[in-house]
């Protein structure tokens, strides 16, 4: 985030061309290795291990170094050695610039102190500037007396950092009454507070699009539409890593379907961060305790039946799959039908999950826990109790540990957390045809 707050500064100042700031910031990311990778060439972890934390990583919002001390793998100075190795983003940006000698060590120096200066920063803040220390610079950014709101961008950024891409920064949060967007994906929660997470953007519009494609891991984000079913899930991954820290601390959220809207108004009380990925703008938009009203008509997913490549007769077993999201739908098909499974049939809520069951009757029917119409535990308890053997395995976002717990005393066999980790489903479904 340093790189591109000073790198743009420079620009404005006339020290550096934009194409410079860019192509800096390329090689820049280019230059930082990821943490398991350094370790496996340092000797310090196996490529198993670093593939368990990367998998780990994928699922719970925690770092690499603290998720491989968890496991044993690595001790709290093996990590401090290994993250003095991937360097100080300060020095790489200035190593490439000095390189490519597009300005002197003395005039950076200059203009460093001035961008300083100018932005009112601490040593303190510019220590956590220069480290891309994000809960240090979040309270910077984005103050609010509202509970909360530092904790769900710190979050949001995080996970934009492992998702998405490191290319980022933001702006001053804004408190707004209201705001016209043309594309907005959110989620609702209740506790104690209620919460509302969503991010807006231009639905083709870069920064958009590169969450989308990203956290659905490209090859599943083609029309514009998946592009918006995608940053639910995202949304939805976000709230439920948020309401997994809620629940460490005895306050338990509930999490409502995910919702989306077109080209629309947003009247209420919320916060608004200015988020440029890759210098393109997305808001990410946080509403506290407040009756702020998203849209008025909701943008309504299209649904189509999708057949199965995999003939019944050559199938390992039969699935079938419930979930309001099209993307998670299609990721987890692919694989099923990857690993030899036949996906006969699909649905979109609870009551359709009933349906494609009691018609198709699979071998194994995949169970979302949120969805809209009616939730993955009230469909499960329906059809424990019209055949006691149906197999089921709930899908659930992080932050759902009361409702897997339910779900599992009403009959389900197992769950799979999101977002999925092939290994895992595949292990999980070949364990429950197995038995």
Sequence with gaps: MFSQLFGKYLVEKGVIGYADYRDAVKKQMDVRVKLGIIAIAEGMLTAEQAETVHKLQKQFDKRVGDIA???????????????????????????????????????????????????????????????????????????????????????????????????????????????????????????????????????????FLKIASAFAEEDYVTPEEDALDSVCEFINCTSGLFAAEQSKKDVELDMQPVYAYENQKLIGDVYVLPIYIEDCEVKLIIGIDSDVEMGQRSHKFSYEKV?????????????????????????????????????IAEATDGEEGIAIYMQYKPDILTLDITMPNMNGIEAL?????????????????????????????LGAEKFITKPFEPNDVIANIDGMIKK
């Design 307 to 343: 057949e199965s490549s995999i003939a019944i007769g050559l199938a390992k077993g039969t699935v079938g799959i419930v979930d309001d999201s099209k993307m998670s739908r299609k990721i987890l098909r692919n694989i099923l039908e990857g690993a030899g499974y036949a996906v």
């Design 69 to 207: 001390v968890e496991k044993n793998y690595l001790t709290p100075e093996q990590v401090e050695s290994l993250l003095k190795k991937q360097g100080n983003p300060y020095m790489q940006f200035l190593e490439v610039l000095l390189d490519a000698e597009k300005a002197s060590i003395s005039e950076i120096e200059a203009e460093f102190a001035a961008f300083q200066k100018e932005n009112g920063f601490s040593h303190a803040d510019m220590t956590a500037l220069k480290h891309d220390d994000f809960e240090s610079l979040v309270p910077i950014y984005a103050f609010s007396s509202k509970p909360y709101v530092t904790d769900i961008v710190s979050l949001t950024l995080r996970n934009i950092n492992r998702f998405v891409s490191r290319d980022f920064y933001i702006d001053k949060i804004e408190h707004v009454k209201e705001m016209n967007y043309t594309c907005l994906a959110g989620q609702r929660s209740y506790g104690e507070h209620i919460i509302q997470i969503a991010l807006a953007g231009e639905r083709s519009s870069e920064g």
């Design 381 to 409: 308890r329906e059809i424990i109790s019209v055949d006691k053997k149906a197999r089921v395995i709930m899908i659930s976002a992080a932050g759902q540990q009361q409702k897997i717990i339910e779900a599992l005393k």
